[in-house]
């Protein structure tokens, strides 16, 4: 969800323009999501607490303290565009020490909120985490709406994937071996400067494209803003998300898609129109719900891992890109799995695509694919796989 703020005034909005029965439904049924949200919410708290225990502990630390002890350089300037173009820098403490000249692998991580919210110090445990595991972390900030729209904001990952590859030598990173991360709109934001790096639906405004990537790993992401804005219509929670003022309204939902653009180049496709869109949707719940039923394993990989020469395709000229890797949750009701699904038939259809690898984690909420630095004593088993399957990927 986005801001508070951003939700009442979504809702303000549409119960403005309503009358007599319909008014009153639609708001008992804002005032039974406010409820369902504020409940979710209370469920994040050890997350938080975790993070912000993470946060004071890194900031305090002056110097290493122990062998598997992590340095934090926070709130660094990486851009030209506004007070948020920020990230933070998780250091395993190998890099600092006198004499070391391993390098290590980076992954640039790029948070999510409805392209409306977020703060840096929500991600620290996970950087902490990643780091302790040898791995370089920076972890991107990016200015919101409504201070800017989604263009501004593929700016502002594009500069900050720049900074990283000009600058992670400093921090002991292997410049060659960056990996950049997204979760939900972080990954659709990954995605689009990913796509602009390659010259496909570049961003207005000129700005330059950022350096070539490893890999891509895209979390619980958004890839068709049109169909997205369907299902958030069946979920009755269009009127409170951010998703469609933050691109600038459905005007701009085709050119900023990364699904239509690998297709058409940002043109429709087969099954686009809202009702064409609303049985798709419902067809997949269904699915959902038989899979969830059924004793199914716990992850669902639907793709095997792209080959070694694959990697190669980062360094090719315009409409070449890295290998991608799609990670999703079948539990997931506010970004559903199937947007990975559909992104990786696109994919796997388009002449010359990247490798590409798709798993759909039985078990996975939304929020699980950034709880990876938050385990505790009583860890869900996805959890577990997802922070595996990432080292993995990272380390490869």
């Given at each position: 969800?986005?801001?508070?703020s ?7 909005r549409?119960l403005?323009?309503?009358?007599g029965a319909s008014?009153?439904?639609r708001?008992?049924?804002f005032?039974y999501?406010?409820?369902r949200?504020a409940l979710?919410t ?8 975790r993070?912000?225990s993470a946060?004071?502990r890194?900031?305090k630390?002056?110097?290493e ?7 934090l ?6 851009g030209?565009?506004?007070p948020r173009?920020?990230?933070d820098?998780?250091?395993p ?8 000249r391993k390098k290590?692998p980076v992954?640039i991580?790029v ?5 409306s919210s977020g703060?840096?110090w929500?991600y620290s445990s996970?950087g902490?985490d990643m780091?302790r595991e040898g ?8 200015n919101?709406?409504p201070?800017?729209?989604v263009d ?7 500069d ?6 000009d600058?992670c ?6 410049r060659?071996?960056i990996?950049l991360a997204g979760h939900?709109?972080g990954a ?6 990913t796509l ?11 700005r ?8 891509l790993?895209?979390l ?6 049109e169909?997205h804005?369907?299902?958030e219509?069946?979920?009755g929670v269009h009127?409170?998300?951010a998703?469609?003022r ?17 297709v058409?180049g940002?043109?429709?496709r087969a099954?686009?129109?809202?009702e ?5 949707i419902?067809a997949?719940?269904?699915e ?13 990989p ?7 020469d694959?990697k190669t ?5 315009a409409g070449?890109l890295p290998?991608?890797y799609l990670?999703s949750?079948?539990a997931?009701d ?6 990975s699904r ?9 002449d ?9 984690y ?13 385990r505790?004593?009583?860890a869900k088993?996805?959890i577990?796989?997802i922070?595996?399957d990432?080292l993995?990927i990272?380390?490869s």
């Amino acid at each position: 969800m986005p801001s508070w703020s951003l939700a009442f005034e979504g809702a303000r909005r549409e119960l403005g323009g309503l009358t007599g029965a319909s008014k009153g439904r639609r708001a008992a049924w804002f005032g039974y999501f406010a409820v369902r949200e504020a409940l979710s919410t209370l469920k994040l708290i050890p997350f938080a607490l975790r993070s912000a225990s993470a946060r004071s502990r890194l900031t305090k630390e002056t110097k290493e303290t122990e062998e598997n002890s992590v340095a934090l350089h926070s709130q660094i300037k990486c851009g030209d565009g506004g007070p948020r173009s920020l990230l933070d820098c998780y250091t395993p403490t190998q890099a600092s020490r006198e004499g070391t000249r391993k390098k290590f692998p980076v992954m640039i991580f790029v948070h999510g909120g409805v392209w409306s919210s977020g703060e840096l110090w929500h991600y620290s445990s996970l950087g902490e985490d990643m780091a302790r595991e040898g791995i370089l972390v920076f972890v991107v900030t990016y200015n919101f709406y409504p201070d800017v729209l989604v263009d501004a904001q593929i700016s502002d990952i594009q500069d900050a994937v720049a900074w990283v590859e000009d600058h992670c030598e400093d921090y002991g990173g292997d410049r060659s071996n960056i990996s950049l991360a997204g979760h939900s709109s972080g990954a659709h934001l990954s995605m689009m400067a990913t796509l602009a790096r390659a010259g496909i639906g570049a961003p207005r405004g000129g700005r330059p494209k950022p350096p070539a990537v490893r890999s891509l790993i895209l979390l619980a992401g958004v890839y068709d803003i049109e169909r997205h804005y369907e299902y958030e219509r069946y979920r009755g929670v269009h009127a409170l998300s951010a998703m469609a003022r933050a691109h600038g309204g459905k005007a701009n939902f085709a050119r900023l898609s990364p699904a239509k653009l690998l297709v058409s180049g940002g043109g429709e496709r087969a099954g686009s129109t809202p009702e064409e869109i609303r049985e798709e949707i419902e067809a997949y719940e269904r699915e959902r719900a038989e899979m969830r039923r059924a004793d199914a394993p716990r992850s669902h990989p639907t793709a095997t891992m792209a080959g070694e020469d694959s990697k190669t395709t980062a360094a090719g000229g315009a409409g070449a890109l890295p290998p991608i890797y799609l990670l999703s949750g079948l539990a997931d009701d506010v970004v559903p799995h199937y947007w990975s699904r559909e992104l990786e038939q696109i994919l796997r259809e388009r002449d010359g695509g990247p490798g590409v690898h798709c798993t759909v984690y039985d078990n996975a909420t939304h929020l699980d694919f950034i709880a990876i630095g938050n385990r505790g004593p009583q860890a869900k088993a996805d959890i577990l796989r997802i922070r595996s399957d990432l080292l993995d990927i990272l380390k490869s």
